[in-house]
């Protein structure tokens, strides 16, 4: 019999210690390897949301809090922006198109969002992908509304389908434009991005059911078909998107608008608003992962204190053991053998309840919180980080090993107590 | 490269002042001495840099150089900020060539004479067409503008920019840099000991 076996045989013998201890080291390297995919598919998410803008415009406040609330819906904004300055930087030499966007009304939970054709046309999500529909079309009555695919799913509207929006942002609303309400026109298909979550209308449907809201609720002296006829241009928009026909124009454009006399603006580009929020949340990232690297330092050290405190019980089976010629560095050995398969089997373990969490978990996520949770396989770096723990492992068992080495010792084949 | 061709990028670049606003508010920069801000766009064969930094960082001080050493050290800075290949190690492979290099501040505006005519070039100044300048007089700060345009002859091997600045102008510490690559935008932070851009 090798010592390999020897050592599953006395591992079995004691089994639900063992089972027990190779679960609380799978829990930690499930908890490490979650902690790092999620962290790392949330900024793929957040990255993949937008591509194809060049900058993004809004009233001035910060970077982060415009890209924010412009592209991924998070918060509000503190202003509004004039539609006359719009329309001056949309005439700027080498802009080559513009989306405007208009927040601040909601659906059932979900946010409305005013804009324009050019929406269809020019936003881009993921690698440069566009916006297609699953069913219907783009909005073109004043009263049309073009659902995001998680908003179609959840509430489970069709084509035809009437809709009403609500005043302001919240889940429930005490104010609705009731007397006006959209028809759904269109259902686009998934994107994994906030866009799912969004009733587009054009900005004439925001406009029209505002009209006679001066006063911040309704006066319901105009009718849906009076409003029609009414001047629906908008007045303000809260953001919009710009694209140029060089990107070495960029920073020229970005200038001038952020110089722009009219009205405070602030231009961003997106991708480096993006860069300054990982900075921003990368200190609670490495605090999430210190945690979990210290949950997997207490794993091990819960399997030292397990193999240490079951050494004087089996001071018995090492004598037998030596009786039947084992030498005092084969019980060394043997130990540390124990200490490492314990640390093999809880890391594979941990990486099996990982992936199992994962895709389980992914459809919740998504529905409740609109994450979209990727599993990626492992990295190279996770890989390095699992051959750290099993090394460990293999190096935390030699304390008690060197510990049974010096018992058997001295016991020899009999127990002197 | 052509001149047509120059004029092109010129233009590309130039987005220029469009607006018919008369001014209805003030707006004021940030200044930190140490920090400078960067921003690289890479596009089709064509590398453009703009740096603006504040002068405390480029020469030592930010008034109009009164002494003569003071105007030697403002010289010997404009000779360096003119050097775009050699503030800028680009990878040699990508064969880019600097087309033209322009340094623009407040520093440099004085007379020849040696006389100290802050004054006047602080009035020249006031009444340049050029919007982007409105924060430099603030508070008695100035800055330094500087912008480069390259052109690459195989701008896919062009992976890194060697930001050399730091050693030439030690007083700059601190580079919040702007990418526009090959991969998107980006932002990146450089110091002394970190200061290589890659695309």
């Known amino acids: 019999m090798s010592i390999y076996s020897l050592t599953l045989r006395s591992l079995l013998n004691r089994k639900t210690t063992a089972l027990l201890t190779i679960f609380s080291i799978a829990v930690s390297v499930m908890l490490l390897l979650g902690v790092d995919n999620i962290r790392r598919e949330a900024k793929a998410g957040f990255a993949n949301t937008i591509s194809g803008a060049d900058l993004i415009v809004g009233a001035r406040s910060g970077s982060v809090q415009l890209l924010l609330y412009s592209v991924f819906r998070i918060g509000n904004a503190t202003n509004n922006i004039s539609w006359h300055s719009y329309q001056e930087v949309a005439g700027m030499k080498r802009v080559k198109w513009t989306i405007p966007l208009s927040l601040g009304d909601s659906h059932r939970g979900f946010r409305v969002l005013g804009t324009n054709t050019d929406y269809f046309e020019h936003f881009r999500y993921g690698a440069k992908r566009e916006l297609a529909f699953s069913d219907g079309g783009r909005f073109e009555d004043v009263y049309d509304a073009v659902l995001g695919a998680e908003v179609a799913e959840k509430l489970g509207y069709k084509l035809g389908q009437s809709v009403v929006i609500s005043h302001g942002a919240g889940e429930v609303s005490f104010a609705n434009h009731d007397d006006k309400p959209f028809k759904v026109v269109g259902i686009l298909k998934k994107t994994g991005t906030p866009v799912d979550r969004t009733v587009h209308v054009s900005l004439e449907g925001i406009e029209a059911i505002h009209l006679g809201w001066d006063s911040g609720a309704p006066s319901g002296s105009i009718s849906a078909e009076q409003a029609r006829h009414a001047d629906l241009q908008p007045k303000l928009i809260t953001a919009f998107l710009v694209g140029l026909d060089s990107k070495l124009a960029t920073f020229t454009l970005q200038r001038a608008i952020n110089n722009y006399r009219g009205e405070p603006l602030l231009a961003i580009l997106p991708g480096v608003a993006l860069q300054e929020l990982w900075s921003m949340m990368g200190v609670a990232e490495v605090a999430l992962l210190a945690v979990s690297a210290f949950v997997v330092a207490t794993g091990l050290i819960g399997m030292l204190t397990v193999i240490w405190s079951g050494l004087n019980e089996r001071r018995r089976e090492m004598a037998i053991l030596r009786s039947v010629g084992a030498k005092p560095r084969h019980i060394f050995v043997l130990l540390m053998i124990e200490a490492g398969l314990m640390a093999v089997c809880g890391v594979l373990v941990g990486v099996a309840m990982l992936f199992l969490t994962l895709f389980a978990a992914q459809p919740a996520l998504e529905s409740y919180f609109g994450l979209f949770i990727g599993v990626d396989p492992l990295t190279v770096d996770n890989l390095a980080v699992l051959g750290g723990i099993i090394l460990a492992g293999v190096l935390i068992g030699a304390a008690p090993a060197y510990r049974a080495y010096r018992y058997s010792l001295a016991d020899g084949m009999t127990i002197r107590t | ?199």
């Open chain 2, 1 to 199: 490269m052509s001149y047509r061709n120059r004029l092109w990028v010129g233009m590309m670049v130039l987005a220029a002042s469009q607006f018919a606003h008369a001014e209805e508010f003030e707006q004021h920069g940030a200044h930190v001495h140490g920090a400078a801000t960067m921003k690289l766009a890479l596009e089709e064969g064509n590398l453009v840099v703009e740096l603006e930094s504040p002068a405390m960082n480029l020469v030592g001080f930010e008034h109009a150089p009164a002494t003569e050493a003071e105007r030697q050290q403002v010289e010997k800075a404009a000779v360096l900020l003119n050097k775009g290949e050699e503030l800028f190690g680009l990878t040699p492979a990508a064969g880019c060539k600097l087309l033209s290099a322009e340094v623009d501040g407040d520093v440099f505006e004085y007379d020849e004479d040696g006389g100290k005519h802050e004054e006047a070039a602080h009035d020249e100044h006031e009444h340049g067409d050029d919007e982007d300048d409105h924060d430099h007089h603030e508070h008695g700060h100035s800055d330094i503008d500087a912008s480069y345009i390259f052109e690459c002859g195989d701008a896919g091997k062009l992976t890194a920019v060697d930001v050399l600045l730091f050693k030439y102008f030690p007083g700059l510490k601190d580079l919040d840099v702007q990418v526009i690559g090959p991969k998107g935008q980006t932002a990146i932070e450089l110091s002394p000991e970190k200061h290589q851009i890659n695309l």
